[in-house]
């Protein structure tokens, strides 16, 4: 199967081995069976027997989702398409020999491997963390550990104020459960968010009653005498009593295989344009993996749901012989804060450089709703990014308008084309095009009436 180029070779019967069933390997998996019908695919996961949608596990604990909700796949897909399901953990790859060693004591061979092993809860060895009722939120099985260490529970403390920090906090407020929340920055996801953004996301942390505690960090987990946890030290050195602890301070690439393979690793698995590590034949993608050579202005570890799918889809191609650079496009990310919806697209640093770019930001009067674009201080006026609150935007519109590098003008002259709100919903247009007015009066944009509407020119 060795070819002049990645990927290349003959379409003779393929033995692919993925590790790792998340979205990037079933991603992965799927699209390969599509370009190779006569390939052999194994998916190789400890986590679950089947595929599991990651993002739905805090709506599982809600009660909105059902155990069964969690697979996006029924059990008869895998079969149907010729997937094969492996419930083991790889402990070793054998480069030499193509081989992959399994906890059962079994062995796979390959003759193209991709390893999608995701990631593991970063901590920072607190004393305590190994405590009963101290855990963070990834997989399944942490889910399943909540649901059993929360029941009865009257105080939590979560530490870390990220995506997860907040489901964490809205889970345990579901449930009747009081929340304190640790955060080391002066306002809530500050290392991302602008403080405009930040103060509307507290406002709903305000509203569900979930206390904050900010420029405050973990120092230490005390426990009872039967081994669960009873408080947390803060670095303030203030005690605060809970009978669970979600440590919610991020991810780290799940790296145990590859170290234990002689794949060579920095923070993550490094890989090439291909996705292909250092070894041949064998990828990574997702989570785990790191660019060697990431493009400008682009991180080297993409830990995103769309980019461990297109990094999936992107090896799928190379292994069946048809070789694809991975090429990740405008950044995305969306999320919800108790009620409120949030939507980001290209570059919006938490503070941006006035030298380089303009950030115009409109806000609902009420507090219920923002919109920030920010674009460049050049001739171009080019938009590179946007975040909104309370509005639903539509993710192709703003995936062209930044691959073009629009500017700004035209985009708020067509705003209304990236609305996805309803119909009857109400429609913020004019208030933003009259704000940006007011804040850049040298790049003037005229509304004009339409059937009844406003729309832009």
Same mark, same amino acid.
């Given at each position: 199967?060795?070819?002049?180029?990645?990927?290349?070779?003959?379409h +003779?019967?393929?033995?692919?081995?993925?590790?790792?069933?998340?979205?990037?390997? /079933? +991603?992965?998996?799927? #699209?390969?069976?599509?370009?190779?019908?006569?390939?052999?695919?194994?998916?190789?996961?400890?986590? $679950?027997?089947?595929?599991? $949608?990651?993002?739905?596990?805090?709506?599982?604990?809600?009660?909105?989702?059902?155990?069964?909700?969690?697979?996006?796949?029924a059990?008869w897909?895998?079969?149907?398409?010729?997937?094969?399901?492996?419930? !083991?953990?790889?402990?070793?790859?054998?480069?030499?020999?193509?081989?992959v060693?399994? $906890?059962?004591? =079994?062995?796979?061979?390959?003759?193209?491997?991709?390893?999608?092993?995701?990631?593991?809860?970063?901590?920072?060895?607190?004393?305590?963390?190994?405590?009963?009722?101290? %855990?963070?939120?990834?997989?399944?099985?942490?889910?399943?550990?909540?649901?059993?260490?929360?029941?009865?529970?009257?105080?939590?403390?979560?530490?870390?104020?990220?995506?997860?920090?907040?489901?964490?906090?809205?889970?345990?407020?579901?449930?009747?459960?009081?929340?304190?929340?640790?955060?080391?920055?002066?306002?809530? *996801?500050? +290392?991302?968010?602008?403080p405009?953004?930040?103060?509307?996301v507290?406002? %709903?942390?305000? =509203?569900?009653?979930?206390?904050?505690?900010?420029?405050?960090?973990?120092?230490?987990?005390?426990?009872?005498?039967?081994?669960?946890?009873?408080? &947390?030290?803060?670095?303030?050195?203030?005690?605060?009593?809970? %009978?669970?602890?979600?440590?919610? #301070?991020?991810?780290?690439?799940?790296?145990?295989?590859?170290?234990?393979?002689?794949?060579?690793?920095?923070?993550?698995?490094?890989?090439d344009?291909?996705?292909?590590? $250092?070894?041949?034949?064998?990828? =990574?993608?997702?989570?785990?993996?790191?660019?060697?050579?990431?493009?400008?202005?682009? &991180?080297?570890?993409?830990?995103?749901?769309?980019?461990?799918?297109?990094?999936?889809?992107?090896? =799928?191609?190379?292994?069946?012989?048809?070789?694809?650079?991975?090429?990740?496009?405008?950044?995305?990310?969306?999320?919800?804060?108790?009620?409120?919806?949030?939507?980001?697209?290209?570059?919006?640093p938490?503070?941006?450089?006035?030298?380089?770019?303009?950030?115009?930001?409109?806000q609902?009067?009420?507090?219920?709703?923002?919109?920030?674009?920010?674009?460049?201080?050049?001739? #171009?006026?080019?938009?590179?990014?946007?975040?909104?609150?309370?509005?639903?935007?539509?993710?192709?519109? *703003?995936?062209?308008?930044?691959?073009?590098?629009?500017? /700004?003008?035209?985009?708020? !002259?067509?705003?209304?084309a990236?609305?996805?709100?309803?119909?009857?919903?109400?429609?913020?247009?004019?208030?933003?095009?009259?704000?940006?007015?007011?804040?850049?009066? %040298?790049?003037p944009?005229?509304?004009?009436?339409?059937k009844?509407?406003?729309?832009?020119?």
């Amino acid at each position: 199967m060795q070819g002049g180029r990645p990927g290349g070779g003959s379409h +003779s019967l393929m033995q692919l081995v993925i590790i790792g069933n998340g979205i990037t390997g /079933v +991603s992965c998996a799927i #699209t390969a069976r599509r370009l190779r019908p006569d390939a052999h695919i194994t998916l190789v996961s400890d986590e $679950s027997p089947y595929h599991i $949608s990651r993002p739905a596990l805090m709506y599982a604990y809600l009660g909105h989702l059902r155990a069964q909700d969690l697979k996006p796949y029924a059990d008869w897909f895998w079969a149907e398409n010729a997937l094969e399901l492996v419930h !083991a953990t790889a402990m070793r790859i054998a480069p030499a020999q193509r081989q992959v060693e399994l $906890s059962t004591g =079994a062995v796979l061979s390959y003759d193209k491997l991709v390893v999608a092993a995701g990631s593991v809860s970063r901590f920072a060895a607190w004393p305590g963390q190994d405590l009963e009722g101290v %855990q963070g939120l990834y997989s399944l099985p942490d889910l399943e550990r909540m649901h059993r260490n929360t029941h009865g529970v009257q105080q939590a403390v979560v530490v870390g104020g990220g995506l997860i920090g907040i489901e964490l906090a809205e889970m345990l407020h579901s449930r009747g459960v009081s929340v304190t929340m640790l955060v080391r920055d002066e306002h809530y *996801w500050g +290392s991302v968010l602008p403080p405009q953004e930040a103060a509307l996301v507290q406002g %709903q942390l305000d =509203a569900h009653h979930i206390r904050v505690q900010y420029s405050t960090e973990l120092t230490g987990i005390l426990g009872d005498t039967q081994g669960r946890v009873r408080a &947390v030290v803060a670095s303030d050195e203030q005690e605060i009593p809970c %009978q669970w602890v979600g440590l919610a #301070t991020g991810v780290t690439p799940n790296l145990a295989l590859a170290q234990a393979s002689g794949l060579e690793t920095d923070r993550g698995i490094l890989v090439d344009r291909y996705l292909q590590t $250092s070894q041949p034949h064998i990828y =990574a993608a997702g989570d785990c993996a790191q660019h060697r050579e990431p493009v400008a202005n682009e &991180v080297a570890i993409e830990q995103l749901w769309y980019t461990g799918r297109n990094q999936g889809e992107t090896i =799928a191609h190379t292994v069946c012989g048809e070789p694809k650079p991975y090429q990740r496009g405008p950044w995305f990310n969306s999320a919800k804060f108790f009620q409120l919806e949030y939507q980001t697209y290209g570059r919006v640093p938490a503070r941006a450089l006035p030298t380089q770019e303009h950030s115009f930001c409109w806000q609902h009067p009420a507090g219920t709703a923002l919109l920030r674009i920010n674009f460049r201080a050049d001739s #171009t006026l080019a938009v590179t990014g946007m975040n909104a609150l309370g509005l639903r935007q539509r993710h192709d519109t *703003w995936d062209q308008w930044l691959r073009a590098a629009t500017p /700004v003008t035209e985009v708020l !002259a067509a705003l209304g084309a990236a609305n996805f709100d309803p119909e009857f919903f109400r429609q913020h247009e004019p208030a933003i095009v009259q704000e940006f007015n007011r804040q850049f009066p %040298q790049y003037p944009v005229a509304l004009r009436r339409r059937k009844g509407l406003f729309s832009f020119m």
